[in-house]
């Protein structure tokens, strides 16, 4: 299969995927509703999201599998069906990339605290094991562990997916800025901490995704080559910090807005550029256009 980082590293810069948990809500999601059982039961809709996005320019595509560890989906009823879904999950997405792009395998937090010992070091693994199999038996390139904030757990993630599959491991974490400069995640590490720790645990790519717009994320790019001149950087950001609108959520970043930074962060370091919660196959094609000329 080919490898995403042997691209990166022939000088390519690659577009990935917007959001999905707004585009789900779209097609009729609803509030309390599992998104990991429309691999089974609306696999079109789930299809139609991925295949937008391919339409729109993008080089990888994610699958619908962000929730699909044992720890969520056993709030569902669903802990038993893990394989199923995650594995429909990467097999939509495979459809819609083709044999010639690429599929990213979404893993997201457990949401258990290893520091509450809500849940201990080896459940962790075995979970992270258990959907990244699942995932790669589906056709998927790469793990995409994301939006992490406990260095712990994400180390976890990566070593099952390394340990357990033979596809490339991705691991972007989620930061906030603070006061007086700088970026931490919920749980106070720093983009820099990061990229040593998940470079020594194994990971093939690093990043940073949701959480910021397209401008923060410049900033978060840059403290991470300033420990790490070679590891490739993904960035997945969102379309501007939510707005309440007349009882709505908005995203006040438009597609060009975005696009107007690609330039930008790709200067400062980013490999991969695609984006979070907010964003359009609209926000991708534009950031493809300016990809293309870069």
């Not at 339409?55 to 994610?62: N, W």
């Not at 720790?197 to 923060?216: K, M, P, R």
Request: charged fraction near 25%; aromatic fraction near 6%.
């Amino acid at each position: 299969m080919k490898k995403i980082i042997s691209e990166l590293q022939n000088g390519r810069v690659l577009v990935s995927d917007g959001a999905w948990g707004t585009f789900l809500q779209q097609k009729g999601l609803k509030p309390g509703e599992c998104p990991e059982e429309w691999n089974i039961i609306r696999p079109d809709d789930v299809f139609d999201i991925a295949k937008s996005y391919m339409d729109a320019g993008a080089d990888l595509v994610e699958t619908n599998s962000f929730g699909g560890s044992r720890f969520k989906l056993e709030k569902y009823g669903f802990g038993d069906r893990v394989f199923e879904f995650n594995k429909a999950a990467a097999e939509i997405s495979r459809k819609a990339a083709g044999p010639d792009r690429f599929v990213l395998g979404s893993i997201g937090p457990t949401g258990k605290l290893l520091m509450m010992e809500e849940v201990t070091e080896e459940e962790l693994y075995e979970a992270f094991k258990e959907q990244s199999m699942a995932l790669e038996a589906g056709g998927v390139n790469a793990i995409m562990i994301e939006t992490m904030t406990d260095l712990d757990e994400a180390r976890i993630a990566v070593k099952a997916a390394k340990e357990n599959t033979s596809c490339e491991v991705f691991c972007t974490m989620t930061f906030q800025k603070i006061i007086g400069g700088g970026y931490r995640t919920m749980m106070g590490i720093s983009p820099a901490e990061m990229t040593e720790s998940l470079v020594d645990a194994g990971a093939d790519l690093i990043g940073t995704n949701c959480g910021n717009g397209i401008e923060d994320m410049i900033g978060m790019v840059k403290e991470i080559r300033s420990v790490n001149t070679e590891i490739p950087v993904l960035v997945h950001a969102n379309a501007g910090m939510p707005c309440l609108v007349e009882g709505k959520t908005t995203f006040p970043e438009s597609p060009s807005d975005m696009a107007a930074r690609v330039k930008e962060i790709v200067e400062a370091g980013a490999n991969i550029v695609g984006g979070c919660c907010g964003t359009t196959p609209e926000h991708i094609r534009q950031m493809s256009k300016v990809v293309k000329i870069l």
